[in-house]
């Protein structure tokens, strides 16, 4: 594919509901990072994976957050019991690698908006 | 923790106007620099970076400077366009923590005709 894909573009859901995110990286970029971008704020970082290795689940802001990929390929944010707070953009970007240019690639984001 | 402090927007210029978008940053070791743009309507991109001290990132005729010394990387333009109307985010990351991005808050532009 020609870039990294993101769906849903747009979410509206109530609060309390679950919502799931996806991100289709550029293929063969073995690294992959979600961040969150709330209005009014900078972008946050969320989880981190790299190929086969534990993901750096350190920017994650509560349990309500999880997130899966597999192998080098998609991966799904999780979103549990969903609040007003989480209303935010959700980005997700691809890089070959930690080693090299490790540019990120970004994905169009979703925007999640919790009622 | 490392952070990233650009100077707030928006900032509005005439066409063929001088830009600078202050950056200054607090990190440990060695960070890599970044600025990244976001289009009306279109994805975050890449628009230059620096990975070591006193390196210069160019692109589209903008430049950064990798300031140790002053901890910043300040975005310059000689001579902007309409087309440049944009968001702009400075950002640092650390090869030893995944590389991943702390942001600055964003500055807004808008070059007027």
């Known amino acids: 594919g020609a870039g990294v894909s993101q769906s849903p573009s747009n979410k509206v859901t109530e609060k309390g509901k679950d919502v799931e995110l996806r991100c289709d990286p550029i293929s063969g970029h073995t690294a992959l990072y979600w961040y969150r971008q709330r209005l009014g704020q900078g972008l946050e970082f969320l989880i981190y994976f790299q190929g086969n290795s534990a993901p750096d689940k350190s920017g994650l802001p509560s349990d309500r957050f999880s997130a899966e990929r597999t192998g080098e390929s998609v991966s799904t944010l999780t979103i549990q019991r969903t609040q007003q707070e989480d209303s935010a953009v959700y980005l997700c970007?691809?890089?070959?690698?930690?080693?090299?240019?490790?540019?990120?690639?970004f994905g169009p984001g979703t925007r999640l908006t919790v009622l | 923790g490392d952070s990233v402090t650009q100077m707030e927007g928006p900032v509005t210029l005439s066409e063929e106007a001088f830009l600078t978008i202050n950056c200054t940053y607090t990190?440990?070791?060695?960070?890599?620099l970044f600025w990244y743009v976001q289009y009306p309507g279109e994805g975050l991109q890449l628009l230059l970076k620096?990975?070591?001290a006193d390196d210069k990132g160019s692109n589209k005729g903008f430049e950064a400077t990798y300031r140790k010394e002053t901890t910043s990387f300040h975005l310059e333009k000689g001579s902007v366009q309409v087309s440049d109307s944009a968001v702009y985010f400075c950002?640092?990351?650390?090869?030893?923590?995944?590389?991943?991005?702390?942001w600055g808050l964003g500055t807004s532009l808008a070059v007027n005709p």
């Open positions: 990190a440990t070791g060695y960070p890599s």
């Open positions: 950002a640092l990351s650390h090869p030893g923590n995944n590389r991943k991005l702390i």
């Open positions: 970007a691809s890089s070959l690698g930690t080693s090299g240019s490790h540019e990120q690639f």
């Open positions: 620096a990975t070591k």
